[in-house]
Every structure is written in structure tokens, then in C-alpha cells.
T-cell receptor, first 115, second 114 residues
Framework: NAGVTQTPKFQVLKTGQSMTLQCAQDMNHNSMYWYRQDPGMGLRLIYYSASEGTTDKGEVPNGYNVSRLNKREFSLRLESAAPSQTSVYFC??????????????FGDGTRLSIL | AQSVTQPDIHITVSEGASLELRCNYSYGATPYLFWYVQSPGQGLQLLLKYFSGDTLVQGIKGFEAEFKRSQSSFNLRKPSVHWSDAAEYFCAVGSQAAGNKLTFGGGTRVLVKP
């Protein structure tokens, strides 16, 4: 039972390069999320997708784009990477059950360094 | 806007001693509250959640948390800490109205002394 799978696990980029972070979940969840984690700031929401075919901005969307490719997959793209985007990126998913949104399940993260 | 404050950045506790991690939230509507734990190099694992009902909730690994609406708090406790509890702990708030978007606190890193 894989849960939420993120690829790659590590990546180093040069300023200005582009990259897509991949996320897939096998729990048939409707909602998916992208967060970034920086020291002392917890996790901050970049973008989310409440259901297949929809995406919305979170707290820190600038410099990122997302694609909800299908129900399983939600990718995050950096078009022109900047050093300020050096961070650990987490993908999460959740679903609706029993009349409430259930807790989010997280992947193991992608550690991204931009030089 | 919702917000979460974890006042303690680091806590050091001796193995076998009790642990309490503080969490204060700000949210106008009825919140959903969560505690997650993160071991080094890993993702976040859910410890426990509060949606409604009994304000004392039990979680995995012997943790519990108490929701106090009057104090806007959701503190995490464990009676006796094990060395394996060394990790970073995050409190988070969400709600139905917010579409299950979570707002996280800055985290508390717990160190366990032998």
C-alpha cells in the first residue's frame, strides 16, 4: 500500500531552470495538495485540487503552477526556479467520508535545492 | 484567516518523563484540529484529530490531546516519553468552510535525553 508517492526525492537545479515535481496517490482520494516546508514556518499550502478538474491557489502560489492530470496525479511545476524556492515539497491527499473531510495523508517529500 | 501558533520551537525531555506540546489556534468557525509527527527525512504522520464531540482525544503511540475552546488551545500530551518520540511535531487547523485546507504551526522539535 504505497499511499502518496512523490518523485523525485532529491533534486538540485540551477537558477532559471524548470522542473516538474510528480505526485500520485493510490487511495482514490478526491482532494490533493502541494505544500512547501521551510525551517520554523511549518508547512505552507502552495496549491490544492479539491477534485479532479479543479485547482486553486493556496497561501504561497507565486512562481508555481499545477496540473491535476487525473484523479491519481497532481504535479507541481517550477517554470523558472529561484533560490527562494529551495525547500522541501510535500504532496498530500484526502477524501470526504462520514460527512467530513478526512485527515490528509502525506508523501515523503521532495528535497529541492536551487543554486 | 486561520492561524496556528506553537510557542515552543524546541523541547528537551528525559526518557520516561511526561511531555506537553502547546498549540494555540485562531479561527472564527468550528475548527478541525490535528497533530502530525515528522521523523527526520520523512513525511508527516497523523497522530490524532479532533472534529467534534469529546474534547479529549486519543491518538497513536500513546499520545492524547485536549481541545479547549475557551483557550483556543489543542495541547498534545504523552505521560511517558520514549527515545523514539524524538521528532518534530506539527499542530494544524482546518475546517469544512476552508475546504479542508490546513494551516500549520511552525512546529516543535522534541529531543529526548537518555
Amino acid at each position: 500500500n504505497a499511499g502518496v508517492t512523490q518523485t523525485p526525492k532529491f533534486q538540485v537545479l540551477k537558477t532559471g531552470q524548470s522542473m516538474t515535481l510528480q505526485c500520485a496517490q493510490d487511495m482514490n482520494h478526491n482532494s490533493m495538495y502541494w505544500y512547501r516546508q521551510d525551517p520554523g514556518m511549518g508547512l505552507r499550502l502552495i496549491y490544492y485540487s479539491a477534485s479532479e478538474g479543479t485547482t486553486d491557489k493556496g497561501e504561497v502560489p507565486n512562481g508555481y503552477n499545477v496540473s491535476r492530470l487525473n484523479k491519481r496525479e497532481f504535479s507541481l511545476r517550477l517554470e523558472s526556479a529561484a533560490p527562494s524556492q529551495t525547500s522541501v515539497y510535500f504532496c498530500a491527499s484526502s477524501d470526504w467520508s462520514g460527512g467530513v473531510n478526512q485527515p490528509q495523508h502525506f508523501g515523503d517529500g521532495t528535497r529541492l535545492s536551487i543554486l | 484567516a486561520q492561524s496556528v501558533t506553537q510557542p515552543d520551537i524546541h523541547i528537551t525531555v528525559s526518557e520516561g518523563a511526561s511531555l506537553e506540546l502547546r498549540c494555540n489556534y485562531s479561527y472564527g468557525a468550528t475548527p478541525y484540529l490535528f497533530w502530525y509527527v515528522q521523523s527526520p527525512g520523512q513525511g508527516l504522520q497523523l497522530l490524532l484529530k479532533y472534529f467534534s464531540g469529546d474534547t479529549l482525544v486519543q491518538g497513536i503511540k500513546g499520545f492524547e490531546a485536549e481541545f479547549k475552546r475557551s483557550q483556543s488551545s489543542f495541547n498534545l500530551r504523552k505521560p511517558s516519553v520514549h527515545w523514539s518520540d524524538a521528532a518534530e511535531y506539527f499542530c494544524a487547523v482546518g475546517s469544512q468552510a476552508a475546504g479542508n485546507k490546513l494551516t500549520f504551526g511552525g512546529g516543535t522539535r522534541v529531543l529526548v535525553k537518555p
